[in-house]
């Protein structure tokens, strides 16, 4: 991949480059230490922030909104007309981090492949463009739950993106993922670099590793014991007891999927059809008509987040894993049974019961 | 509207209400055409076993099975009303317009039982599913060895398709055996659970190269397939149709997954060997 320099006061010309023809997000701080994505206007460019903790809110929304529409549904004359609308907005995230690009990733993997292709999810990606910003503030960019080096997506991407951005101090590296990546390179903020630049950036990425605090690297034993059902029912059972069915984690996922499609009354000739995110922890998620209930048990659901982002078949499946090492689900769950907790009680409880024959002399 | 028209996997196409038929309490039977003929013939290279996503605009959608088989003319759904959109589509009068999307699923691989003995288990609305099975055995019949049909209800006004039944009952090749739960003054057939069928005597069921179709409320389930497995059939040879709550019908939304499979892509219809292999209880 190709790389440039741009100088640390030329790093938001970036943004200007891109709202020419993009309408572009970026992350900004909130009143106290919370953090969302905004819209970028001449009036808060300035306060762009390069270092700062991933909002909650996850970058997904650009790609699938909490509520999107389907279809515009009208009666005209006893005919039904259906309108489907697809977005045509040219968008830009600048500042996107590496977890959330792997998670974005995963959903054009998920909407994209196997068969059918998600038409809405197809238009608003093609027309996004990604500016990821590499974690390498150890104080601002990691907040205590991130464990993106245990799930392998950061804290630098490796692809999947159209620019990466990388503070070394003063001055950034700017690496091209894409051809419209590249593009932006004819611009003259964009400089030749030398060899130095990229052992600096190889320095700063070795120490910045060690700054993780949550390090769940026992993911690959959780995969193996729930491929193999050697998880306990108890250990799911206390999931449950302490899983307070809020939803939380699934809508603050980057890489959860689900949703559920409504019907919405506009006029007495006029409905809409829209899809809301859904989540696997609610109760009323595989509830059918009639009131049978096949995930009725808090725990049944709860194993099934996690059947879902850690079982073996899965990732065959979408060749990339549902859990991207973010830590939102952590930081949000009440009951602490995030994926960091979830994986360390299963590879705690269920290493102690494996079997060990002694082979007699 | 844009200028462009991609393939969008969530717009239904518009289809029109022919007639309706009463089957049993709560349940009816829809004809139906596409109001646009290219939608008719790209839908009617379904198979059976598969099924549909229709819409009631302003109310919802849901998934439905396709009793029809695809050597029938006709189009049909069979919907018990259950639910919100089920209840608004019981009001539905001929000409009347809604959605349908599909067919989506896997259905039975009727092709791959060539040769074989056909041996279809249902009770009560069971029979819905496993009715497109059953007619397109019936219409290819000299590719089949023997055809079996066992079905029970809970009394005599609760049997499907009663026509088809007693088309069936004289169809040539064809073995079909009813019973009921509890009987009433104009019933004089077989009385019990369908499993007690298997028993009668005069019926012999071939377990040698024979795929048992199985199809009914999960006790009926149960225990129609611990009667066929006490018989000597393997897990492989029994097949089933699984339903869940589903949004999407092409496993985008996430709904239908049971383990590993989306009742939508790999299902409805399943084996019992995949079934005991899906990671989680159905």
Redo the contacts between chains.
């Keep these: 991949m190709r790389a440039r320099i741009v100088q640390g006061e030329d790093v938001l010309k970036i943004v200007d480059l891109l709202r020419q023809d993009h309408e572009v997000y970026a992350p900004f701080y909130g009143r106290g230490r919370d953090s969302y994505f905004d819209v970028v206007t001449d009036t808060n460019r300035d306060r762009i922030q390069i270092h700062v903790p991933n909002p909650y809110y996850p970058p997904k929304r650009f790609l699938l909104p909490h509520i999107e529409r389907?279809?515009r549904?009208r009666?005209e004359a006893?005919?039904?007309k259906?309108?489907?609308e697809?977005n045509?907005v040219r968008r830009a995230i600048f500042g996107i981090r590496s977890c959330d690009v792997a998670g974005i990733n995963h959903l054009d993997r998920?909407?994209l492949g196997?068969?059918?292709?998600?038409?809405?999810y197809?238009?608003r990606r093609r027309l996004l463009f990604l500016v990821n910003v590499v974690c390498t503030d150890p104080e601002a960019d990691i907040d205590k739950s991130c464990y993106c080096p245990c799930a392998d997506t950061g804290p630098a991407a490796r692809g999947h993106f159209d620019l990466q951005l990388m503070d070394l101090g003063g001055e950034f590296m700017a690496v091209a993922g894409s051809e419209a990546g590249e593009k932006l390179f004819t611009h003259p903020i964009f400089k030749k670099g030398t060899p130095a630049h990229v052992d600096r950036r190889r320095e700063i990425l070795d120490t910045i590793r060690r700054q993780f605090k949550a390090t769940t690297s026992w993911f690959s034993a959780a995969v193996r014991y729930i491929s193999q059902?050697k998880v306990l029912d108890k250990i799911w059972e206390e999931v449950g007891i302490r899983c307070l069915e809020c939803g939380g984690c699934t809508f603050v996922c980057p890489a959860c999927?689900?949703?559920?499609?409504?019907?919405r009354?506009l006029s007495d000739v006029e409905?809409e059809?829209v899809?809301i995110w859904?989540a696997?922890a609610l109760t009323g998620?595989?509830?059918?008509?009639?009131g049978f209930n096949?995930r009725k048990a808090v725990h049944?659901r709860r194993?099934?987040r996690f059947?879902?982002k850690l079982?073996h078949?899965?990732m065959q499946r979408e060749l990339s894993m549902a859990c991207v090492g973010c830590g939102r689900c952590a930081a949000v769950c009440h009951g602490d049974v995030g994926m960091p907790s979830v994986v360390e009680m299963i590879r705690r409880t269920t290493a102690a019961k494996e079997p060990h024959e002694l082979v007699r002399a | 509207?844009?200028w462009f028209e991609?393939?969008?996997?969530?717009?239904?196409k518009?289809a029109i209400l022919d007639r309706v038929v009463d089957e049993i309490a709560e349940v009816k039977t829809f004809f139906w055409h596409f109001k646009n003929p290219a939608d008719q013939e790209a839908f009617r290279h379904f198979r059976p076993g598969q099924f549909a996503q229709v819409s009631i605009?302003?109310?919802?959608?849901?998934p439905a099975s396709l009793p029809p088989s695809p050597t029938e003319t006709e189009t049909f759904f069979t919907i018990r009303q259950?639910?919100?959109?089920?209840a608004a589509l019981h009001q539905f009068k001929p000409g009347a317009?809604f959605?349908v999307r599909g067919p989506y699923g896997n259905g039975f691989p009727m092709e791959s039982y060539q040769g074989q003995n056909l041996v279809f288990v249902a009770g009560g609305i069971g029979l819905i599913p496993l009715r497109s099975g059953i007619v397109y055995a019936l219409k290819n019949r000299e590719k089949y060895g023997r055809i079996q049909i066992f079905y029970g209800s809970r009394n005599p006004r609760d049997l499907m398709y009663l026509t088809s039944l007693q088309e069936w009952q004289k169809a040539d090749g064809f073995e079909c055996h009813l019973t009921v739960d509890r009987a009433d003054a104009s019933w004089s057939g077989n009385v019990g659970v369908v499993g007690g069928l298997f028993k009668k005597p005069g019926v012999s069921i071939p377990v040698e190269n024979t795929t048992a179709f199985v199809c009914g409320p999960p006790v009926m389930f149960r225990f129609v397939i611990k009667d066929l497995v006490a018989m000597g059939f393997k897990d492989h040879q029994i097949v089933s149709t699984l339903?869940?709550?589903m949004?999407?019908g092409?496993?985008?939304?996430?709904?239908c997954?049971?383990?590993?499979a989306y009742v939508c892509?790999d299902g409805p219809v399943f084996t019992y060997e995949q079934i005991q292999k899906l990671?989680?209880?159905?």
């Design positions: 389907l279809l549904i009666q006893g005919d039904w259906l309108e489907p697809y045509q998920y909407f196997r068969g059918f292709r998600d038409i809405y197809e238009q059902g999927t689900c949703f559920t499609v409504s019907d009354r409905v059809r899809r859904d696997c998620y595989t509830r059918m008509a009639g096949p049944d194993n099934r059947f879902r079982a078949y899965f | 509207m844009s991609p393939d969008n996997i969530y717009r239904p518009i605009f302003g109310t919802g959608e849901f259950v639910g919100s959109v089920t317009q959605g339903e869940r709550y949004k999407c092409v496993g985008k939304c996430g709904h997954c049971i383990g590993v892509l990671g989680e209880d159905i």
